[in-house]
């Protein structure tokens, strides 16, 4: 998906190189609703997680429906929130070089924001270093961070393979629950009708979306296994292919490789919400374990999520009224084998994807 910079929000973008002095009181509040104006959200991490974030943001509107709330995430996916109807302003920190010394400045507009609240999703240092030093008198976050005993308020957060295992979302809603409620609040992304017009003439015919790629290796479902799927498809049905456009080039060979005849190539041609606004009505959106998979369910749009090396029970599957999990049927002691995947198949045979038959993503569409 390309950047779109053409934004309806106010963007601070972040570069500086300026040191910063480290200091912090922690203090006891007694929270008051009718004190809670200003809210900064906090989450400098993937796309993904931003996007598991928008529930604090719907449901902090929902409780202080006044209140400005502010939004802070990494430069390059502040597309996804653009026009978002409850944001009042998105400050976008660059971190693509000198990322300490931008720290400087970023502190200083937050400071000067003067924020009543501030949530921080991220679980690490830098993040806790801008909520420490943010002024603000309620400062909630996530145990794990290492500047955590600087908030006032800290949540532990645990990710384990149970299948009762809460959902990330779920999680993230943790942090609020004392000012607000124990209820839950879904993902949502909001295309604007300018992002659905964008797309619409692709709409035309039945169709589906292929997100092929993912940042791991362990978690993007292998090349020829996407091609044996295209392959197998009614050639009736219009396959477009979604990505970044570093992701263009896997794309097109998918498209060469495969006997299917009606594919495009969308790959970086797409905004973030024009990219959401395509998967709203497709019949079924193909996704590996990755960002395309939550703004999918942001959309509450049909999925199905292929697991390689990972599994859904870590609490970060599809949302959707249509969901899909697609994952081997082999019992591998080895699976999963980390986190967030891995550069190669530790085991070198990666029968965590190759054992997954084609009748599983087949059998979605016909």
Request: glycine share 4%.
């Amino acid at each position: 998906m390309k950047s779109n910079n053409n934004l309806n929000l106010e963007i601070y973008s972040i570069n500086v190189t300026i040191g910063v002095r480290i200091f912090a009181k922690k203090v006891h509040v007694d929270i008051k609703i009718a004190l809670v104006k200003k809210i900064l959200i906090i989450q400098t991490a993937s796309l993904g997680d931003v996007i598991l974030s928008t529930p604090l943001i719907e449901k902090l509107h929902h409780f202080y429906p006044k209140a400005k709330i502010d939004f802070l995430l990494k430069y390059g996916y502040e597309g996804v929130l653009r026009r978002h109807p409850y944001l009042h302003h998105v400050i976008v920190w660059d971190k693509t070089e000198k990322k300490y010394h931008h720290l400087k400045e970023l502190i200083e507009i937050i400071r000067n924001n003067k924020y009543d609240l501030v949530v921080n999703v991220h679980r690490f240092a830098s993040s806790g270093l801008i909520t420490a030093l943010s002024g603000a008198s309620i400062k909630v976050g996530y145990c794990k961070n290492p500047l955590s005993f600087f908030f006032t308020k800290r949540v532990v957060h645990k990710i384990g393979t149970l299948v009762s295992n809460p959902h990330e979302s779920e999680r993230n809603l943790k942090l609020i629950e004392d000012i607000t409620d124990s209820s839950f609040f879904p993902v949502k992304l909001y295309p604007s009708q300018h992002d659905m017009a964008m797309v619409s003439q692709y709409k035309t015919k039945i169709y589906i979306t292929v997100s092929p790629a993912s940042l791991w290796f362990t978690k993007q479902f292998p090349e020829i296994k996407w091609v044996e799927f295209l392959t197998s498809l009614d050639e009736d049905i219009v396959v477009y292919m979604l990505g970044s456009p570093t992701e263009k080039a896997l794309c097109d060979r998918l498209i060469s490789s495969s006997n299917h005849q009606n594919n495009l190539n969308l790959a970086g041609k797409l905004t973030f919400l024009e990219s959401t606004a395509l998967m709203k009505d497709a019949v079924m959106n193909y996704v590996n374990d990755s960002a395309p998979m939550h703004m999918a369910s942001a959309i509450n749009a049909s999925v199905a999520a292929i697991y390689c090396s990972t599994v859904p029970e870590f609490g970060f599957g599809p949302l959707s009224d249509n969901s899909h999990i697609i994952q081997t049927n082999e019992q591998l002691n080895c699976r999963p084998c980390g986190l967030h995947g891995l550069k190669r198949c530790p085991k070198k045979h990666f029968n965590c994807a190759l054992t997954i038959k084609n009748e599983q993503l087949t059998k979605l569409v016909t």
